[in-house]
């Protein structure tokens, strides 16, 4: 006999006694307390109810798993889409930047186009104003600050001069210096002056 398995049907009976149970009230109450069956068949019973809530248990952990990939997705998704659209706010406004640039260049130019000064002339062409005029240093400082062509080329012979480099021009244009092996001569070819060297044989090598 099992005293233990005894005492406990006994402990379920008097408790079921006492809310008035049947017999069928009782024999459920027993069935349901696992003591009415079999060593073997309880023992199998709680095989399967640890089966089960390990079973619940894995399924509890993938649920989780789940959820925590669901949200890592929406939140890659979210970035990803706040990347594009910050992408494409970008691209806007630098279309934007590049058309007002344009247009601003573009009327620049069309300011600047008649403020030139004369060939023979250190004044304006538009506005006769000594050249730079106000428009031009205004609109273009750089360009404005150009000299003309006869004073780029003074410029030149004056930078010779301070260097204290000692010159003499020939006839044909040609600028010689008698203590450098450098000088200025017509290029036919590119038809442009160029700066020339001279060499060991006697030849010139055109920088």
Aim: glycine residues 4%; aromatic residues 4%; contains cysteine.
């Amino acid at each position: 006999m099992n005293t233990r398995r005894v005492n406990t049907a006994a402990g379920v009976i008097n408790a079921a006694q006492k809310t008035r149970q049947t017999a069928a009230g009782i024999a459920m109450v027993l069935e349901s307390a696992g003591l009415l069956q079999s060593p073997e068949s309880a023992a199998e019973l709680v095989a399967l109810q640890q089966d089960r809530d390990g079973f619940r248990e894995q399924r509890n952990t993938v649920f989780k798993t789940n959820e925590e990939l669901l949200k890592r997705v929406e939140r890659s998704g979210l970035a990803r889409l706040q990347a594009e659209n910050e992408a494409r706010t970008v691209a806007r406004e630098r279309d934007a930047l590049r058309a007002r640039v344009a247009e601003l260049e573009a009327a620049q130019t069309a300011a600047l186009t008649p403020h030139v000064p004369y060939t023979d002339s250190p004044h304006c062409q538009a506005d006769g104003d000594p050249w730079p005029c106000p428009t031009a240093t205004a609109l273009a400082p750089t360009a404005a600050s150009v000299e003309n062509p006869w004073e780029r080329a003074v410029a030149g012979l004056n930078a010779l001069v301070d260097a204290d480099v000692i010159f003499h021009v020939e006839p044909d244009g040609h600028i010689s210096a008698p203590f450098s092996d450098e000088h200025i001569e017509w290029d036919l070819q590119t038809r442009r002056w160029a700066l020339t060297h001279d060499d060991h044989d006697g030849g010139t090598d055109a920088r």
